[in-house]
Nanobody, 115 residues
Framework: QVQVVESGGGLVQPGGSLRLSCTGS????????MGWYRQAPGEQRELVAG???????YYRDSVKGRFTISRDNAKNTVYLQMNSLKPEDTAVYYC?????????WGQGTQVTVSS
């Protein structure tokens, strides 16, 4: 079981950018397939982007061209760079395993896109 900690959220205006960070108690960036998920109020949690340890990336259609998932093995960190943010991106963002059974969820980081 790996514990993850998400950070980097905040309040941003439409069109703005944020970079989320995810660190973990294990070697999350080097070993595991990792993903970023989000959950908006009243909605189910959904996969936003995924990154396999082999270098393959996945993005849901609504974020393609705007979000980028990346890893820094030296820092054991997985990032989600979010550009051109829209109000509909407002949610709590979580990181967790991708393409495998999830660990316990962390507390997430709130992203609010509003003018």
């Amino acid at each position: 079981q790996v514990q993850v900690v998400e950070s980097g959220g905040g309040l941003v205006q439409p069109g703005g950018s944020l970079r989320l960070s995810c660190t973990g108690s294990g070697s999350i960036s080097r070993i595991y397939d990792m993903g970023w998920y989000r959950q908006a109020p009243g909605e189910q949690r959904e996969l936003v982007a995924g990154s396999s340890s082999g270098g393959h990336s996945y993005y849901r259609d609504s974020v393609k061209g705007r979000f980028t998932i990346s890893r820094d093995n030296a820092k054991n960190t997985v990032y989600l760079q979010m550009n051109s943010l829209k109000p509909e991106d407002t949610a709590v963002y979580y990181c967790n395993r991708y393409l495998a059974a999830r660990w316990d969820w962390g507390q997430g980081t709130q992203v609010t896109v509003s003018s």
